[in-house]
């Protein structure tokens, strides 16, 4: 069996068409890839920055809340000791040195 030489082109010719639309098959695949990658890093670089904003934010937030309520029991503590202050149905019981205490501080002095 003799092989003709149209036989082999025409074989050739087929296998360089399948070959060169499976190159352009694996281009466009690989386009898609990259076009899907760089629209999502587009979406993720819009994204990105005001959730930081927004971490940022909370955090000052719970730390001006912080200070907020240290202000408060502070605030309490001198409405208590200096002004004399308390809270409803509070009883306070305030206890006064005697006159001997009262006499030895005075000498020591």
Known sequence: ???????????????????????????????????????????????????KKLTQSRAEIDNLQAQVNEQKTYLETIARDRLDLMKEGETIFRLEPTQDTKRKDSARR
């Open 1 to 51: 069996m003799a092989v003709r030489c149209s036989d082999v082109e025409q074989a050739y010719g087929d296998f360089r068409a399948r070959r060169e639309a499976t190159v352009w098959q694996r281009l466009n695949r690989v386009l898609g890839v990259l076009l899907f990658v760089a629209i999502w890093l587009v979406i993720v670089s819009l994204f990105v920055p005001p959730y």
